[in-house]
């Protein structure tokens, strides 16, 4: 049943990147040229609205906190970022639009996924090299939150600040500015 719903969940998430044109790289490279912005307020807006219904959710006990899982903080995200970043901007793709976008028919995504295997296959060959310039050790606290979630187990940066009350605070500021946003600015 668990392969099921994530077939069911992944099937409708690439629907959805497909309906909002986010498998059409001239789309993205336009967003990212600032010509076109309806592609970023659908970002910000999903991402918002995600943020204040979990939340809010854990809140209310609708989420069990238990369940979520907080990624470590280490130099190799942001230089994987700026990486991810680059390539975002150069082939107008990002892993998760590729594979969207190759169940579209789109024959060039079918590159940029053999690029990204590629890539994948030569860091798994230098992992131990990259592991020894301490780009992989922890920083800011390694798996922490901004404010502390009650149960979760993870460290808070800010002990004193409800995590659940930033997260609700970065959601509404999401929506807004995808709200408020011009459709482009150049």
């Given amino acids: 049943m668990t392969i099921i719903l994530a077939i069911l969940i992944g099937g409708l998430f690439g629907f959805a990147l497909d309906r909002v044109g986010a498998t059409n790289p001239g789309y993205i490279i336009r967003m ?4 076109n912005l309806h592609l ?3 970002i910000m807006l999903a991402i918002g609205a995600a943020s204040l219904l979990m939340f809010l959710g854990i809140l209310t006990g609708l989420v069990d906190v238990g369940h979520l899982s907080v990624k470590a903080a280490y130099g190799g995200v942001f230089v994987g970022g700026l990486l991810l970043g680059t390539g975002f901007a150069l082939a107008g793709y990002c892993p998760g639009t590729s594979l969207t976008a190759a169940a579209t028919g789109r024959k060039d995504a079918l590159f940029f996924i053999l690029g990204g295997l ?8 230098t992992y131990s090299g990259v592991k020894a310039t301490g780009l992989l050790n922890d920083i800011a606290g390694g798996k922490s939150t901004l404010g502390s979630i009650e149960g979760s187990g993870y460290p808070a940066l800010f002990d004193d600040l409800s995590g659940e009350m930033i997260g609700i605070v970065i959601g509404i500021l999401f929506i807004a500015i995808a709200a408020v946003a011009p459709s482009k600015l150049r």
């Fill in 32 to 35: 990212l040229n600032l010509t």
């Fill in 40 to 42: 970023l307020k659908t």
């Fill in 118 to 125: 590629i890539g994948a296959a030569a860091y798994m060959v």
